[in-house]
């Protein structure tokens, strides 16, 4: 398996008659998600999606990337939440964090925020130079993702004309919404998400795939390794089936009071991957009054600023760690003959080397201040592995939403902010809820 749960350091925490407790829940969730009769049952789509793919669409995807890449300096990606976080966390992960000083065409992911600020720096990025969008939206009517496009949209046909529609992709609903029938009034090239997938669990299809396509990934190997999740990770024997067996972990750590999972890996080139997760367990969790909260921390980074925390703080976290054992991309640490630094007792050795040991120190301090530390290995990061482990992380998630008694595919909360803002704004069919909105925001500021 490509993802392995090394459970060494967690034996102070958990016993083996909590696994042998929670095992029929474990079961019970995974017959649930198999035979399609838990919650949310409409949105398992993604469960076999790395073998039931839309091989047609998945070429054009293809096609369409090396079309994008030869007409553009600078692709435009605007998305928000599930319509674009696995996209850039793939992206990073495999092609690094400073892909755009690096690689051509630069991206920029838009759309997932209102900062004016931010809007006009991305617009700032395409002058003078040649440009493509892909605008990501399953409703087709997300406010962040639809007034991004309508800018980029006005620009691309000022700066294009007739050629306009040759450089927007539009990535939704395969009949419904807004963007599907904008897109099909312009003549733009469409690419389906599936009715029964879900946003965060949307990365899979062309939502992710074709971002990362242009940068240049190879999304052949992404969809192998998330197919050997999907053939590897059915056993209902917890000892046999990492993935399980990390959804019942989780939940006892959070039966005990650790409501804090904190995902940690050594690797800048992370970074976003633990956004992903954070919104896909966040989003998929938190509901009913239950729900571990999903954090993050990049380390040795963040020793420096959530360590003293994480060690001596309240004792509500446990870590996740995602540990690579090798690297194609090593750093040789020389010796320097005058060791005016002091520091020889690193050098002669790989940096990854002093990572491990850096890993290790600190697994150790962590599990000494009562922080359980859960590890999940892999060999290296690459299209494969990490194919696995989205596949991995997404029926991780789905299980412990059912051991946890949510739905782990709905999210009912995130509509509150959306009224009230709406409202404010004088969206209409809002009217209603104007007023009493203003004379409470008054009130509070009275
Ligand atoms: O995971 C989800 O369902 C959400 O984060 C959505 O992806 C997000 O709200 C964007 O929605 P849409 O793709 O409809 O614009």
């Not at 919104?279 to 600023?305: I, N, R, V, Y």
């Not at 994480?310 to 640490?333: A, C, M, R, W, Y």
């Not at 301090?365 to 999940?376: K, M, R, S, W």
């Not at 004379?439 to 500021?445: S, T």
């Amino acid at each position: 398996m490509a993802v392995k749960l090394n459970t060494n350091y967690l034996k102070s925490f958990i016993n083996e008659n909590e696994l042998s407790h929670i095992a029929p829940s474990c079961k019970a969730a995974l017959d649930a998600l198999h035979s399609g009769n838990g919650a949310g049952s409409d949105f398992l789509g993604w469960l076999t999606l790395p073998a039931d793919y839309d091989k047609d669409e998945f070429k054009r995807i293809k096609a369409a990337a090396e079309k994008i890449k030869s007409q553009s300096e600078v692709v435009i990606v605007l998305g928000i939440g599930g319509s674009y976080l696995g996209a850039r966390a793939v992206i990073e992960a495999l092609r690094g964090s400073l892909y755009n000083s690096r690689f051509k065409p630069e991206i920029y992911f838009a759309g997932n925020s209102i900062s004016p600020t931010y809007m006009n720096e991305v617009l700032s990025l395409v002058e003078g130079r040649d440009f493509s969008v892909i605008v990501v939206s399953k409703s087709g009517t997300t406010t962040e993702t639809a007034l991004a496009f309508r800018v980029f949209k006005k620009l691309i046909e000022e700066r294009y004309g007739a050629d306009s529609k040759n450089r927007i992709f539009a990535v939704t609903d395969k009949a419904r919404g807004t963007l599907k029938e904008l897109s099909d009034k312009m003549g733009y090239e469409t690419f389906v998400i599936p009715d029964n997938v879900g946003g965060r669990y949307s990365v899979l299809t062309a939502v992710g795939l074709l971002p990362i396509a242009v940068a240049g990934c190879d999304i052949d190997a992404l969809m192998a390794g998330a197919k050997a999740a999907m053939d590897e990770l059915k056993d209902t024997d917890l000892n046999k089936n990492a993935c399980c067996k990390y959804a019942a972990l989780r939940n006892i750590l959070a039966r005990k009071g650790f409501s804090v999972e904190m995902l940690v890996a050594y690797e800048n080139f992370f970074m976003m991957m633990n956004e992903w997760f954070k919104q896909l367990f966040g989003e998929s969790d938190g509901k009913d009054g239950k729900g571990l909260f999903p954090a993050s921390a990049t380390f040795s980074t963040d020793l420096h600023s959530l360590g003293q925390f994480i060690q001596e703080g309240s004792n509500i976290i446990f870590e996740t760690v995602v540990q690579f054992k090798n690297t194609d991309n090593d750093f040789f640490l020389e010796n320097d003959a005058d060791n005016l630094d002091g520091l020889n007792f690193l050098s002669d050795q790989n940096m990854s080397n002093v990572s491990e040991k850096a890993f290790l120190g600190t697994l150790l301090a962590h599990t000494e201040g009562g922080v359980p530390n859960i590890i999940l290995e892999l060999d290296k990061l690459d299209e494969f592995n990490l194919g696995y482990l989205l596949f991995f992380f997404m029926k991780a998630c789905a299980l412990s939403g059912y051991i946890l008694g949510v739905n782990p595919f709905d999210q009912p909360g995130v509509e509150a902010y959306k009224k009230n803002m709406f409202a404010l704004l004088g969206k209409p069919g809002y009217e209603a809820d104007k007023a009493a909105l203003e004379a409470q925001i008054q009130k509070l500021n009275s």
